[in-house]
């Protein structure tokens, strides 16, 4: 089992920066593949970001390529989105999702979910 509890949402203006922490417990966390998906109210989640030391699908969606940057803490079992450059666009509902071993886009691919962080870019 493994639990998540995400954190660092809040309000910034368009061309800001905002970084989210995804903290786990549980056991062999250094061995599952963590994602970051969105969701946007009446849109479906999406997937956003992924890291796994064991490999998988490409580390993220072409809409944040080049401004929002995943990264593993395995010792102090963080994971982070470093968002940078952000546009109204980005505002959604975050979650950090877990999974063994290796990376996926599919958000059905995940057994592990947190409870969320709102990101709000205002213009």
């Known amino acids: 089992q493994v639990q998540l509890v995400e954190s660092g949402g809040g309000l910034v203006q368009a061309g800001g920066s905002l970084e989210l922490s995804c903290v786990a417990s549980?056991?062999?966390?250094?061995?599952?593949?963590v994602a970051w998906f969105r969701q946007a109210p009446g849109k479906e989640r999406e997937f956003v970001a992924t890291?796994?030391?064991?490999?998988?699908?490409?580390p993220y969606a072409d809409s944040v390529k080049g401004r929002f940057t995943i990264a593993k803490d395995y010792a102090e079992r963080i994971v982070y989105l470093r968002m940078n450059s952000l546009k109204p666009e980005d505002t959604a509902v975050y979650y950090c999702?877990?999974?063994?071993?290796?990376?996926?886009?599919?958000?059905?691919?995940?057994?592990?979910w947190g409870q969320g962080t709102q990101v709000t870019v205002s213009v």
């Open positions: 999702a877990a999974r063994p071993q290796f990376s996926s886009q599919n958000s059905r691919d995940y057994d592990y």
């Open positions: 549980g056991s062999s966390f250094s061995t599952y593949a």
């Open positions: 890291i796994s030391r064991m490999g998988g699908s490409p």
